[in-house]
Structures are given as C-alpha cells and as structure tokens.
C-alpha cells in the first residue's frame, strides 16, 4: 500500500492542513492552527485548583478557560515518586537524575483523591484529551516521553513490547537489548517501528529521552509563576513525521518554504534513510487541487456522503454522540432479493463509515444505523468488516454485534476536536442567500454512478437523466457538453430532462421506458 502525505499552508486561516492518501484515497485530515496551545502529551507543573470528593477527582488549573480534570484512577501508582521527584528539581539548579531518587510506596488503587492532593498543591501532569466543546483538557499525572522508536517511562521498571510485533524472538531480543542499556528508574514500551533495529538505535535514543525529560525542569523553580509548559509536542506536524512516517510512505508534499524546512530538520534527526521522499511543490496551481485532494475533501465532509452504487450515508454530529444512518437511496435491483440487496450496502457502508470515522478524527460514541437485514449470519457478515476495518485504526475503538433494530454501538477513543471542513458555496441560485453543497462536485457523483449502472447492468444502451434544469444547463452547455463527453466514453446514448419540481442538487436516472433504475 503505498502513502502520500500532503502538507499544506492555508495562508488565509493561518493553518497548515495535513491530509493522507493510501493508494489515493483521502483516509485522515488535521488542520493545526498556529494559535494553538494545549496539544495532546504536553506536560506541565501546575496548582491543584479544587478537590471534588463525590468524584474522587480535581481540577487542576493548566491557563485554560475551563480548568482540566484529573480523576484519582490518573495519579497512577507512582505519583507519590514523582511528587518528590518535583520538588527537589523545583529547589535543584542542576538537571536531577531519576537514577538518584528513592522511589516511595505505590498508590493504592482504591484510595480517595483528597488524602492525596489539596488545593495549591504543586504536581506534575501531562495532557490526554485537547479541550473539547465546553470542557477543558483531560490529564493524567502518570508522565510517558514518544520517541520515534520509543515511548519512556520515568518511574516505571517495565520493558513492554508493542503487541504488534508478532515474533516471539524478537520480543525476547528487543527485550534483552533494553534491560541491558536502560537506567535505574526508568521503564520503556517498544514501538511497533522499532523491530530489528539494533543496540545503537535504543542506546541513542534512549539517552535523547532521558535528557529531555531531566532538563525539562530548568526552565522553573520553587518562585516560578505555574501552570507553566516544561515539555511538549511542538505541532502537530512534527508528531506526524515521528510517530506515522514508515516504508510504505512513497512522497511527502509540501507547498510553503518554512514548512518544508520544519519537515527536512525532523526527517534528518528521526528518518535520515527517507528524506528523497520529501518534495517542495512550486506549481503555481493550488497544490491539493492538482493532486485530487481537494475534491475529496469536498465530496467527504458534508452531511450526506455518497456511496458508489447511490446509496448514501446521512452523519450528524452531537455533543453526546454521532449518528451515521445508512441509506439505500433510490438503488433498485429488481433481480435481488431486498436481504441480499441491503447486505450489500451495508458491506459498502462498514468502508465508508471506517472511513469516516478516521477522515473525521470522530470520538466518542457512534451509533451506525444499517439497512434492515434479517438473517443473522448477515448481520454477524458486517460485524465481522467493520471489526476488520476497525483493526486497522491507530485510535483505540470498541465495537459491539448489530443489534435486534439493527443498530451497531461503537467508541472510539476521542483526543482532540473532530476535524470539520465546510463544503459550502454561494448558491448560484439564490445569489447568495443561502448555501448548498458544492454544485460542482454533484457532477462527479453523477458520473460514478453511471459507471455503476454501466458496467453492472449491460442491459442499459439508453439512459434519460432527470434533474433540476439548473443541472441539466450545466451537463448540456456547449457542443463538447458533459453529456457528450459521457456518453462517448461510456458508449451509451444519453438523454437529459430538465424536471422543475426537483431541489437544486437532485437527479434520478430512468431507462428509455420510464422506468427508475435509482
């Protein structure tokens, strides 16, 4: 499978716009705003702003408008070590070695949160969740430092292995090599991308990581003013070159000077072996326009999403959950029977709402509404794709059977705000006043859809496309119209009829008897 990472600056909104492709089609989207400042794995020294017993967690002030929560189950067993650990590097003018530090009894798991902090208390927390909506940041005060090929644990003594580094040798060699090298105090989790790298690779780095964390401390002290950031990610970009970047990647693009620059310098201390892949784009067209990214965008984010047989999916986004209802449209398979026919949109559908929901970033709870089917090993068929396509997420998701009205529960862990794209226009109608889905792209639609009909059902020499006139003018102007260039390519006869009682956008196709395909 081969990867395409496209990184662009949005010069008007003062945001760089981060999109991947597998094998060309648009699969995640961030947009990273320059002003922003709470980034998931920042860690910072902060005051205990108020206890909330009833809850067994607390408030903890970060700077934001809304103060984080950090519940008893996040202090972690450790957190009496690293409370020790602050304030002698609070009262230090030198960088503290862990190495040096008695580690103190572990945390109960049961115990009770105001036995263990008080308001104004002094501790160390690092992001989990970005502010979302009304709340303010998600924090844990058990502390882990990425790395590319490691994540490290101050505090902790375990060596664990990413589960999805299936040979057992290398476990135990990987293993090995880190219990040899690793300091007192520390323990590390292994990274799926560090399988076969060798002795060199974890000692380097490993040393990077433990000075960062040490010497994070430097920059405050027993007057400083807090909260106050001792240790980040930068931007998102630079995370993404970390922790995504691996052999399947075939180009990375890029269309602004420093942005590349930013991109070059990470390359060459994390991935040195990959930086051919990198390209700076100087075209003068818009670079996502040239490579079929901003049309996908387009025709991805709106609320309904088209399916390639003409089904469609309806997304609506709440505070509480998503709600994802799977549509048959107006497909008509006469020489189906309807179970066999919604089994087979729900198959489409399970891609599509995978898709989605990593296009979107979606977290959360997700409620997807499937086309009724009855037998059960059909609805045990979708469970079994979605949990298939599911796999395949970085993000951490569960997923539960259909249900008796046809219903699947999903969640999906949810970090930071969903991503969202308008997809909106001036209406060429209402001059204006209101706003439509990109009239456009409802073209291309159009057209997959009689490739659909084309290449599955032969039968069809002469189609009659019935839509709005303002979309029949569209497909019929000029004498190389799209409606000849269709049916040149498609080899089939096409007739377009103007239907005035249709909205704006809307289309349905007829074969030459009058009958309605979909």
């Given at each position: 499978m081969s990867k395409v990472l496209y990184l662009h600056h949005d010069k008007e909104k003062n945001e760089i716009l981060i999109a991947l492709t597998e094998n060309g089609k648009l699969v995640e989207i961030t947009r990273e705003t320059n002003d922003k400042k709470f980034h998931v794995g920042d860690i910072y020294?902060?005051?205990?702003?108020?206890?909330?017993?009833?809850?067994?967690?607390?408030?903890?002030?970060?700077?934001?408008?809304?103060?984080?929560?950090?519940?008893?189950?996040?202090?972690?067993?450790?957190?009496?070590?690293?409370?020790?650990?602050?304030?002698?590097?609070?009262?230090?003018?030198?960088?503290?070695?862990?190495?040096?530090?008695?580690?103190?009894?572990?945390?109960p798991k049961d115990g009770n949160i105001k036995n263990v902090l008080s308001p104004g208390q002094k501790i160390i927390v690092q992001i989990t969740k970005e502010p979302i909506s009304t709340k303010g940041p998600r924090i844990t005060a058990e502390i882990t430092i990425p790395g590319r090929h490691l994540v490290l644990l101050p505090f902790s003594n375990k060596i664990s292995i990413s589960q999805k580094i299936k040979s057992v040798e290398e476990k135990q060699r990987l293993k090995s090599i880190l219990s040899a090298i690793i300091e007192k105090n520390y323990g590390v989790i292994v990274r799926t991308n560090a399988e076969n790298k060798n002795t060199s690779d974890f000692d380097k780095e490993l040393r990077e990581l433990v000075q960062k964390w040490e010497n994070a401390f430097a920059k405050v002290n027993t007057k400083s003013k807090l909260p106050i950031k001792i240790l980040g990610e930068s931007d998102q970009v630079s995370t993404i070159v970390r922790d995504v970047l691996n052999d399947s990647f075939t180009s990375i693009f890029v269309d602004d000077a420093a942005l590349y620059n930013n991109v070059k310098e990470h390359m060459e201390k994390f991935i040195p072996e990959k930086l051919n892949i990198l390209k700076y784009y100087s075209g003068k067209e818009d670079m996502l326009e040239k490579y079929g990214v901003e049309k996908q965008i387009n025709a991805a984010f709106g609320r309904i999403v088209s399916l390639k047989t003409g089904a469609y999916l309806i997304i609506e986004q709440t505070e509480a959950l998503t709600s994802i209802d799977v549509n048959s449209g107006n497909r008509n398979i006469t020489n189906q029977s309807q179970e066999t026919n919604a089994l087979e949109v729900n198959l489409l559908a399970a891609e599509e709402v995978a898709r989605q929901m990593r296009l979107r970033d979606i977290g959360g709870i997700i409620v997807v509404d499937f086309i009724d089917m009855y037998l059960q090993e059909n609805k045990d068929k979708v469970y079994a794709k979605m949990k298939e396509l599911l796999a395949k997420d970085k993000t951490k998701t569960s997923i539960l059977p259909l249900s008796k009205f046809n219903l699947m529960e999903i969640t999906r862990q949810r970090r930071r705000p969903a991503t969202t794209i308008e997809v909106t226009e001036v209406c060429p109608v209402c001059k204006g006043s209101g706003k439509v889905t990109k009239s456009i792209y409802v073209v291309d639609e159009l057209e997959k859809n009689l490739v659909y009909i084309t290449e599955k059902?032969?039968?069809?020499?002469?189609?009659?496309?019935?839509?709005?006139?303002?979309?029949?003018?569209?497909?019929?102007?000029?004498?190389f119209s799209k409606?000849?260039?269709?049916?040149?390519?498609?080899?089939?006869?096409?007739?377009?009829?103007?239907?005035?009682?249709?909205?704006?956008?809307?289309?349905?196709?007829?074969d030459e008897y009058g009958n309605d395909i979909f």
């Open positions: 020294v902060a005051k205990v702003k108020k206890i909330l017993p009833s809850l067994n967690a607390a408030f903890i002030d970060l700077g934001y408008k809304k103060d984080a929560f950090l519940h008893y189950s996040d202090l972690g067993p450790n957190f009496h070590t690293f409370n020790k650990y602050l304030n002698v590097a609070l009262s230090s003018k030198t960088p503290v070695k862990l190495k040096n530090i008695k580690q103190e009894k572990s945390l059902y032969d039968m069809y020499k002469k189609i009659v496309i019935e839509a709005h006139p303002f979309l029949v003018a569209y497909l019929t102007k000029g004498f409606k000849y260039k269709m049916q040149r390519k498609y080899k089939i006869k096409l007739r377009v009829k103007p239907n005035k009682t249709y909205h704006l956008l809307e289309y349905h196709f007829f």
